[in-house]
Nanobody, 125 residues
């Protein structure tokens, strides 16, 4: 069983930055592929970024490429999402998610096995 807790959300102005953290429990965290998703009011949950268990592979949705960076520190059992040049359309609740050990990264929310409670990111114009 893995528990995920996101922190780092908040209110920021257009062009600003935030770093989200997702702290995980469980000794096998280093074997989990991790992802970040977001959900804006009235919209479906959408994929943002993912990272392989080793950190060697990352993937981003087109709208955040060049602005967001995903990383992980397996010693701290934490995955991060550095968000720069934030835009109003980035406003959403951001969730981190984990896949079972040995799984590949994926953009499909339904293929993740564990989810955090979410953290709100609001970008004001």
């Amino acid at each position: 069983q893995v528990q995920l807790v996101e922190t780092g959300g908040g209110l920021v102005q257009v062009g600003g930055s935030l770093r989200l953290s997702c702290a995980a429990s469980g000794r096998t965290f280093s074997t989990y592929a991790m992802g970040w998703f977001r959900q804006a009011p009235g919209k479906d949950r959408e994929f943002v970024s993912a990272i392989s268990w080793s950190g060697g592979s990352t993937y981003y949705t087109d709208s955040v490429k060049g602005r967001f960076t995903i990383s992980r520190d397996n010693a701290k059992i934490t995955v991060y999402l550095q968000m720069n040049s934030l835009r109003p359309e980035d406003t959403a609740v951001y969730y981190c998610a984990a896949r079972y050990p040995g799984s590949e990264i994926t953009v499909v929310a339904g293929e993740y096995d564990y989810w955090g409670q979410g953290t709100q990111v609001t970008v004001s114009s």
